[in-house]
């Protein structure tokens, strides 16, 4: 198992493979893409090809990520110049302890709820992936909720903003891993690694109507800052954290990986792939695996300047991100043109 992470200065860029408290630097290549590339038209593995690569300089990785060096970090992920070849999507309700959120979340009237055993969509999602979630190997699984957050571009770096529009309702943290994939020529997705999420969603919104859950997943998110390849996806735990005015406002212990989930890796990975037009050769897929505790489940609203802190257990250093609420404004109606 390796961690990787992406580096720039402004006019250059670099990978390196983290070695605690350092990075060293990979020669020859300056993204993870060009580097997996490499490693499907020369069939050797990743771990392999980055360790024979780690002859160039080595940073100190505390600087890097405290802001103290001419080198910051970047998304740990992209295709350099074509941020629409990148598609980032997810899952949800697959993990064991995201179901009471959701559940809440979609129920009008609670307590009537609770007398006439109301059911709503998302728990019936959730129970059948309890049922058929985690098929024998070799079968097909029931499909998952899927979601569409954008292309690369909605991919923000560790310390940069996650973005609430003007016209958003609300933004909301979702700590989450995300797979990261590579397809090949053939059409053949290959896995390159995991790295730690923050899938932004706007929870006000969709709690208004489920049918608003494609609308609320259009927002920013951010990713890193450390992919690893080769991580066991097995138990995993965490913690997030809502920092306000320097100080921790809100924290959680969070679960994933497989044994917390009803939903198998396998069976989440065929069910984003089954489509087509998702195995395109050259492209990049960051697909998020779901989360398991919300901080707008415990009623919390973020504001302008909160910080959020993502960390998972052997997925290496925190993920941060500070929040940024676009001033209210009028609606300004977006006028198309005709080119009749």
Not at 45 to 55: F, H, K, N, P, Y
Not at 89 to 99: K, R, Y
Not at 169 to 174: K, P, R
Not at 218 to 245: H, K, M, N, Q, Y
Request: charged letters at 25%.
């Amino acid at each position: 198992m390796i961690h990787l992470v992406q580096i720039g200065d402004g006019n250059s860029r670099r990978v390196a493979i983290v070695d605690e408290p350092h990075l060293k630097c990979l020669d020859g290549v300056t993204s993870i893409y060009e580097l997996a590339q490499a490693c499907l038209h020369n069939g050797k593995g990743i771990i392999e090809r980055a360790q024979s690569l780690a002859t160039g300089e080595s940073l100190d990785y505390d600087a890097v990520y405290n802001g103290r060096s001419p080198w910051h970090l970047l998304v740990p992920i992209d295709k350099p110049g074509a941020p629409s070849r990148t598609l980032v999507a997810g899952t949800g309700l697959t993990h064991l302890g995201s179901a009471k959120d959701r559940q809440a979340m979609h129920e009008a009237d609670q307590a009537k709820a609770a007398e006439a055993e109301t059911v709503t969509d998302s728990m019936r999602m959730f129970r059948w992936g309890i049922e058929g979630g985690r098929p024998a190997p070799g079968k097909i699984g029931i499909a998952p909720e899927w979601f569409y957050k954008g292309n690369g571009a909605m991919l923000q770096a560790p310390f940069e903003p996650l973005n609430v529009p003007s016209f958003a309702e609300d933004g909301g943290e979702e700590a989450e891993l995300a797979g990261v994939y590579i397809i090949d020529d053939q059409g053949t997705p290959y896995r390159i690694g995991i790295a730690t999420g923050n899938e932004f969603s706007d929870h006000k919104f969709e709690k208004r109507n489920y049918l608003n859950l494609a609308g609320s997943k259009l927002r920013t998110c951010s990713l890193g800052p450390e992919l690893v390849v080769g991580a066991d996806f097995r138990a995993i735990t965490g913690e997030v954290r809502i920092e306000r005015d320097g100080k921790t406002f809100w924290h959680k212990a969070i679960e994933s990986g497989e044994e917390n989930m009803c939903h198998s890796l396998v069976n989440m990975e065929h069910h984003h792939f089954k489509f087509e037009n998702h195995r395109k050769p050259g492209d990049i897929h960051v697909h998020f695996f779901g989360a398991h505790s919300l901080s707008f489940g415990d009623g919390i609203e973020l504001k302008d300047g909160d910080w959020t802190e993502v960390r998972f257990d052997g997925f290496g250093r925190a993920l941060r991100n500070p929040v940024h609420v676009q001033p209210k404004e009028a609606d300004r109606l977006i006028e198309v043109h005709s080119l009749a």
